[in-house]
């Protein structure tokens, strides 16, 4: 059975960080693309970022870009989201995702939540300002 297990949310102020992980099972994804998205109440899940299955390449929503990275260790069949200079509007639950595929076609399947197979059950971040 593949799981994924999102971790490491919490509450932080405003201008804090946090570091999520996201430790796959079940079946290796080192050689597929795997991303963070979130959803706050009331609105759409979000693209956050992605990376590919070598982390030789990296995609940002624009409202992450230039506070958040994303990394992967294929070793430990994890990936982590490390958020920098969070925002109230950070706020949401951060949704682990993952891919059968080896790789996307274009750059816009890595934002589509149907381009995703697996998700994780989500971890709740809270920015107080």
């Known amino acids: 059975q593949v799981q994924l297990v999102e971790s490491g949310g919490g509450l932080v102020q405003a201008g804090g960080s946090l570091r999520l992980s996201c430790a796959a099972s079940?079946?290796?994804?080192?050689?597929?693309?795997m991303g963070w998205f979130r959803q706050a109440p009331g609105k759409e899940r979000e693209f956050v970022a992605a990376i590919t299955r070598n982390g030789g390449s990296t995609h940002y929503g624009n409202s992450v870009t230039g506070r958040f990275t994303i990394s992967r260790d294929n070793a430990k069949n994890t990936v982590y989201l490390q958020m920098n200079s969070l925002k109230p509007e950070d706020t949401a639950v951060y949704y682990c995702?993952?891919?059968?595929?080896?790789?996307?076609?274009?750059?816009?399947?890595?934002?589509?939540?149907?381009?995703?197979?697996?998700w994780g059950q989500g971890t709740q971040v809270t920015v107080s300002s």
């Open positions: 995702a993952a891919t059968i595929k080896h790789f996307f076609s274009t750059d816009r399947d890595y934002y589509a939540t149907n381009e995703y197979d697996y």
């Open positions: 079940g079946r290796s994804f080192s050689a597929s693309p």
